[in-house]
């Protein structure tokens, strides 16, 4: 995969575009700020929802992916679900979606995902996936509490080399139900991520389809963090169609779900307190789906590895 040249961005721009014409009906806000960069908040001086949320995780996968709300049977029976599907899997998910950027100017703190990732290159990922880009415009997503500012802006644009005028930002905490939706839609993302980790050549993945359960909006981002991480580790279920040969997915199938990690079995927040807050301290093994299945186009042949835990998801969503 080499340059896409702007193709993550353009496509993002449009889908940006269309949110601001009716981003009141959203329950969001669009701001523009005296250097020109554009802010759409979706969830942190704003009220959002559910239809704010889908629109960001599209803005994350670039608009080349679909993501619905459907009813699942995690941890209950017709309980929510945030559902995506894919054909462009590496690219929507790996070179846009994945949160690769922690953005740190000043006293501000978010993790950055979308297409911006790509226009700025800057991660050893694109070394292994291609997928970088010299776009004319950048369109980002922040999970954070707060908005972002001209000094921002003006970080992101010295990386990625868009000028701020042609800069847009997403912008919703995980507290909130956008902020929700759009971390419980990278169920797919978190098995590319975690196959990437294991050496699996990830250009033989050719379409992805992911569910997890939406829990509720917590009370706090530390809460949040907790529940949506549940939701994907021990609620996530997720099917790859893939090319080539059946022994190297029976081989790697069992180092793929969460319950591969030591550190499966307890809520998210138990595991992170444990690890004093410090997500480098837990095993990088553990952040994946609870399932993962494999269907291989070329053989037929369907590999499935892993298993919900409807109590922890119980425990996690307070029900």
Request: charged share 20%.
């Amino acid at each position: 995969m080499t340059d896409t040249g702007g193709l993550l961005n353009d496509r993002a721009w449009r889908l940006a575009q269309r949110i601001r014409d009716r981003i009141g009906d959203l329950g969001g806000e669009s701001h523009t700020l005296d250097n020109g960069g554009i802010v759409l908040d979706l969830g942190v001086n704003v009220t959002g929802g559910l239809e704010a949320g889908l629109d960001l995780s599209r803005l994350c996968l670039a608009n080349r992916g679909r993501v619905t709300v459907t009813g699942g049977s995690q941890p209950t029976g017709d309980w929510p679900s945030i559902e995506i599907a894919t054909d462009s899997p590496v690219l929507a998910c790996l070179a846009s979606q994945y949160a690769g950027w922690q953005i740190s100017v000043g006293d501000y703190f978010g993790m950055g995902s979308g297409p911006m990732r790509a226009a700025a290159g800057r991660e050893e990922l694109y070394g292994d996936i291609g997928g970088t880009e010299t776009p004319g415009v950048c369109v980002g997503v922040i999970e954070s509490g707060g908005l972002p500012d001209e000094s921002v802006f003006e970080a992101i644009a010295e990386k990625t080399g868009v000028e701020i005028g042609r800069t847009l930002l997403a912008v919703a905490p995980t507290s909130s139900q956008a902020g929700t939706v759009q971390v419980v839609a990278r169920s797919v993302e978190t098995a590319l991520h975690k196959l990437h980790e294991l050496d699996f050549d990830v250009s033989r993945i050719v379409s992805g389809f992911g569910s997890a359960p939406l829990p509720p909006v917590a009370a706090d981002d530390l809460a949040g963090i907790g529940r949506t991480n549940d939701a994907i580790l021990y609620g996530g279920t997720v099917t790859l169609w893939v090319t080539g040969d059946d022994d190297s997915l029976t081989e790697i199938g069992p180092r793929v779900p969460s319950s591969a990690s030591d550190a499966h079995g307890r809520p998210f927040l138990e595991i992170f307190a444990n690890a004093e807050h410090d997500f480098y301290q837990i095993d990088p093994h553990l952040f994946s789906p609870a399932m993962i299945r494999f269907f291989n186009v070329d053989t037929g042949q369907v590999h499935a590895f892993g298993q919900v835990s409807p109590e922890i998801l119980c425990e996690s969503f307070g029900i």
